[in-house]
T-cell receptor, first 117, second 116 residues
Framework: DAGVIQSPRHEVTEMGQEVTLRCKPI?????LFWYRQTMMRGLELLIY????????DSGMPEDRFSAKMPNASFSTLKIQPSEPRDSAVYFC???????????????FGEGSRLTVL | AQSVAQPEDQVNVAEGNPLTVKCTYS??????LFWYVQYPNRGLQFLLK??????LVKGSYGFEAEFNKSQTSFHLKKPSALVSDSALYFC??????????????FGTGTQLKVEL
């Protein structure tokens, strides 16, 4: 299994530009999560989906952030317009049911490191 | 809301010595607790979990964790540390919500440094 795949791994952009981060979860997983990691704030859950439906987006910082999951194998996190304080590593993670129960184990991608100048 | 606390930003230990990374939790009901490890420039990796059963949970790479209900703790341990164990360790708790799911709330992380 290829694991959770994120792209791009690194992105440097200028303030005001649109940024789109992409995630392909592990095949068969039905939950998908977007986390943000910074030195100051640690790991923050931004949004998560169950069966492609957003369940909780209370962690999304503001309206500049949006996330979609058009199908079970793809999700995007978009920032428009981007600001320097958005600089962080953004992680996507997925998980699944085992025997009808959630295991609690998340599988993380390698992350997308965003720098906004 | 469920939460975990990691009181130490960094733990230093000599190779071959036992190590402990501390975590305390605050939950309503029975806790689902986890440890994850993050190596530099990588995503988090699952180490072990406690849901129910034995208080001593064994996980990957020789790590184990002890669930202590009276002290509301879930400390990560390893009998003999390796330099390769140097990484950032996160404790996490599962948040329950209607419809189930794996929403995890992570602690602030503890940097483990194992020296020769």
């Amino acid at each position: 299994d290829a694991g959770v795949i994120q792209s791009p791994r690194h992105e440097v952009t200028e303030m005001g530009q649109e940024v789109t981060l992409r995630c392909k979860p592990i095949s068969g997983h039905n939950s998908l999560f977007w986390y943000r990691q910074t030195m100051m704030r640690g790991l923050e859950l931004l949004i998560y989906f169950n069966n492609n439906v957003p369940i909780d987006d209370s962690g999304m910082p503001e309206d500049r952030f949006s996330a979609k999951m058009p199908n079970a194998s793809f999700s995007t996190l978009k920032i428009q317009p981007s600001e320097p304080r958005d600089s962080a590593v953004y992680f996507c993670a997925s998980s699944s049911l085992v025997g009808g129960l959630y295991t609690g184990e998340l599988f993380f991608g390698e992350g997308s490191r965003l720098t906004v100048l | 809301a469920q939460s975990v606390a990691q009181p130490e930003d960094q733990v230093n230990v000599a190779e071959g010595n036992p190590l402990t990374v501390k975590c305390t939790y605050s939950v309503s009901g029975n806790p689902y607790l986890f440890w994850y490890v993050q190596y530099p420039n990588r995503g988090l990796q699952f180490l072990l979990k406690y849901i129910t059963g034995d208080n001593l949970v064994k996980g990957s790479y020789g790590f184990e964790a002890e669930f202590n209900k009276s002290q509301t703790s879930f400390h990560l341990k390893k009998p003999s540390a390796l330099v390769s164990d140097s990484a950032l360790y996160f404790c996490a708790v599962r948040d329950f919500f209607t419809g189930g799911g794996n929403k995890l709330t992570f602690g602030t992380g503890t940097q483990l440094k194992v020296e020769l």
